[in-house]
Antibody
Framework: EVQLLESGGGLVQPGGSLRLSCAAS????????MSWVRQAPGKGLEWVSA????????YYADSVKGRFTISSDNSKNTLYLQMNSLRAEDTAVYYC???????????????WGQGTLVTVSS | DIVMTQSPDSLAVSLGERATINCKSS????????????LAWYQQKPGQPPKLLIY???TRESGVPDRFSGSGSGTDFTLTISSLQAEDVAVYYC?????????FGQGTRLEIK
């Protein structure tokens, strides 16, 4: 069974940093594009970032480019999101999600993790 | 970026009746060489992550009840629930994966009338 388990969320002050992790199991982690998708309280879904299975290609939404860094450790089957210069508008539940097709292109997500809440507030 | 616009924002339907949710993309998500529409639908219940329902615009994910169906092509798509059940109360999202950045519709909240 494919499982994704996020951790690392919490309360951080504006301008601060946080690193999220997503532990994956049940599939060949290095074969799939992995993404972070966030959801602000009471709002819709926003794709944040993605990384290729080999970790050699990364993609970012304009809203986080230059502040967030996605990475992965295939030896640990773990996805990361380093978030710097955090703003109030980054407050959201952050989900990690697995792409369905084992390719480098964008595709749909299944499954999603349960999410981890990041709150940016003073 | 491809903008995805859903309608309506919210919808109330009686149990056993049909529910229809629309999704329009700002540009075509039909890839001509494969003749596939790069569009997915998700269901999200309160406190839960999104659940995949439909991909390639009309292919139902394994285990999804057959009352859920997807249709459309190019820029206009529809998610239909043929006979609404109480457990279908949720927010529904469409998503394009034609090109990066991946984008979602704003969501449609489905309730029981």
């Amino acid at each position: 069974e494919v499982q994704l388990l996020e951790s690392g969320g919490g309360l951080v002050q504006p301008g601060g940093s946080l690193r999220l992790s997503c532990a994956a199991s049940g599939f060949t982690f290095s074969s799939y594009v992995m993404s972070w998708v966030r959801q602000a309280p009471g709002k819709g879904l926003e794709w944040v970032s993605a990384i290729s299975g080999r970790g050699d290609s990364t993609y970012y939404a304009d809203s986080v480019k230059g502040r967030f860094t996605i990475s992965s450790d295939n030896s640990k089957n773990t996805l990361y999101l380093q978030m710097n210069s955090l703003r109030a508008e980054d407050t959201a539940v952050y989900y990690c999600a697995k792409s369905v097709i084992a390719s480098a292109g964008p595709n749909w997500f299944d499954p999603w993790g349960q999410g981890t809440l990041v709150t940016v507030s003073s | 970026d491809i903008v995805m616009t859903q309608s309506p924002d919210s919808l109330a339907v009686s149990l056993g009746e049909r529910a229809t949710i629309n999704c329009k993309s700002s540009q075509s998500v039909l890839y001509s060489s494969s003749n596939k529409n790069y569009l997915a639908w998700y269901q999200q219940k309160p406190g839960q992550p999104p659940k995949l329902l439909i991909y390639w615009a009309s292919t139902r994910e394994s285990g999804v009840p057959d009352r859920f169906s997807g249709s459309g092509s190019g820029t206009d798509f529809t998610l239909t629930i043929s006979s609404l059940q109480a457990e279908d109360v949720a927010v529904y999202y469409c998503q394009q994966y034609y090109r990066n950045p991946i984008t979602f519709g704003q969501g449609t909240r489905l309730e029981i009338k």
